[in-house]
Structure formats: C-alpha cells, structure tokens
C-alpha cells in the first residue's frame, strides 16, 4: 500500500506523532480505544503520518500479535489519509525481519527499525542489521538513532553507507548532533525527522523534514502549524510557536518519561488510553499536578475537572 502523503523530501510525511497503545484496565490492548486515538491525531491534531509500537507505544511489552492487531486497527481506520508506519525494530535480527514482513503482510507504509539495544553492536553488526530488514520487504525504512535507550549510536561513516541502500529514505533522529547530521545530509539524500521534541525547531533550521513527536498527541496541530510556517519563510512565527510548547515539552518528556506522560496528558484532554504496562507505572498525583500546570502554561485545553 502507498503512503498517502509521501514525498521526495518528507517520505513519510512531515507532522508523525509516536502513537501510545491503549490498554484496559486490566492491560488489554484497548483496540477501539486506538482506532479512537488514531482519528484523534489525524483529524484534530493534523498528523499526517503515525508511528505505531515504537517505544512510547510501549513495544517492548506487546506480543507480535498484539503488534499486527494494532496495526490493522490503525490502517483501517486512517490508513488512506495518514502515512502508517509500523515499528519492527529489536535486537535480534532475525525477530525484526519477522516483524517486517508481517506489517508488510498486514499494508503498512512503511517501517520505524530502532537501533539494536542492550547487546551493543559494533558498526558493521549496525549495517547488516539495517540493511537485512531493509532487504526483507519492499518497504521505504526509517532508521531510529537513539543511543541513550540503545548504548550504540548509528556512525556518520555508517549512515552514509546505510544510504546506499535504496529501501533507507529516512532517519528518526534522537541522538542530537546536528553536525554530524548535516554530514550525512550533504553526502546523502536521506531525510531526517527529529526524534527528540526538545530540538524540534531546531532541526528544522538543519534541515529536517519532519518530526515523529510524542508531544503531538496532545499539540500535534500546534506543530504542523509551526512545519509549515518554517517551511514558507516565517521563523520568527514558527518560534514563537516553539517558545508556546516549552511548557508542553518539559510536562511530557522531562518528567516521568514520554509513554507515561503523554497517556496522562491524554486524560487531561478527554481522549483516555488507559494504564501502562510493567515495568512503566502510571504517573502519580504529583506528577500529574505538574503535568496539568505545564499544558495550562502551554495553552492546551483540558476536559477533565
């Protein structure tokens, strides 16, 4: 299946929120809860792409099945006006590929495939990993650097290789060093996405084509509006919306980490997902009281009373 907003530039579309998983309270996928959520972040928050099971959708704790579900779930429900990209990473090849093959199976657009973690991989391991994934499916792949949850970042030398391939258009970015991704930006044509929604701005100015945000689930449309003022020459409009959401950005991912954060901030707003899963717990009273003074700072409508 085509991505429906895919582009040279931005393969995957430019405003992707990194989608929570819903769960009941007894730790069930919620499945009408994500078609829910989905047609929330696609029609109020103006993502034009999605990211479902990547971390902050809690991947390391749902099964492969629950992984398919939720992606077929996803597909259905706004899968021809939203690009659908199913994250497949782990650390072990063999398992990525089989999680590949099955969003391919399932229609995705296209696949997220993090850094191999724990086991910490030398360079050439980081290669043939990507490039193995890459090769088992027909899909475009966006690469997740993030050395702070992986022990491992992607080199420069390997990016640049990784290129090569012609399945590796993009790459999720939260490592944080700009200049290094400029490198590969003059040597390749890969297209960058901030991962990190403490630099999003920023990364536009570098060159980016996009973001895959936590923060969108609850300012997704504030973004967007602030891709596309940058995009048309406004920057110092386009800042103004980056100062707005240091309030939201410092609620949500510098409190008790982005999965937990964004499904209170959820609650906050009126679209509950439920609980996490062990071994995330939910926020507590004092979290959540921070939480909600820091949307309020940054101008996000709450529901709840």
């Known amino acids: 299946m085509a991505s429906p907003n895919g582009t040279t530039d931005a393969p995957f579309g430019r405003m992707l929120t990194a989608m929570v998983t819903p ?5 069930a996928v919620d499945y009408a809860a994500v078609r829910r959520l ?10 034009d792409g999605l990211i479902v099971s990547g971390t902050t959708g809690e991947s390391p704790t749902t099964s492969d099945e629950e992984k ?34 099955a969003a391919e199976r399932a229609g995705a657009h296209g696949l997220l495939v993090v850094t191999p ?19 088992s499916t027909q899909l475009p792949v966006m690469l997740y650097d993030i050395p702070g949850r992986s022990g491992v970042p992607i080199a420069t030398e ?5 290129a090569q391939h012609e399945r590796i258009v993009a790459v999720k970015d939260a490592k944080g060093d700009m200049f290094a991704a400029g490198q590969v930006m003059l040597a ?5 996405y901030s991962g990190d929604d403490l630099l999003n701005l920023p990364w536009l100015s570098v060159g980016a084509a996009g973001f895959v945000s936590v923060v969108g689930h609850v300012v997704g449309a504030e973004l967007a509006k602030m891709i596309q003022l940058f995009r048309n020459n406004h920057a110092e409009q386009a800042r103004a919306i980056h ?23 959820l609650g906050l707003v009126g679209m509950p997902v439920g609980p996490v899963r062990l071994p995330l717990v939910e926020a507590d009273d004092r979290q959540i009281a921070e939480l909600r003074a820091c949307l309020v700072a940054g101008g996000v409508k709450l529901t709840d009373t």
């Open 38 to 47: 989905a047609t929330y972040l696609v029609d109020e928050q103006r993502n």
């Open 158 to 162: 390997t990016l640049i290789r990784l």
């Open 68 to 101: 398919t579900r939720i992606l077929e779930a996803v597909l259905e429900t706004v899968g021809d006006r939203a690009t659908v990209v199913a994250g497949a990473g782990t650390n072990d090849t063999h398992h990525s590929i089989e999680l590949a093959k």
């Open 23 to 27: 769960f009941t309270r007894d730790g």
């Open 117 to 135: 973690y724990y086991n910490k991989p030398p360079q050439e391991g980081l290669y043939r990993h990507f490039s193995q994934v890459a090769d």
């Open 188 to 192: 390749t044509d890969l297209a960058f």
């Open 243 to 265: 100062r707005q959401l240091i309030p939201v950005v410092d609620g949500i991912m510098l409190r008790a980490g982005g999965a937990i954060m964004a499904k209170a901030a």
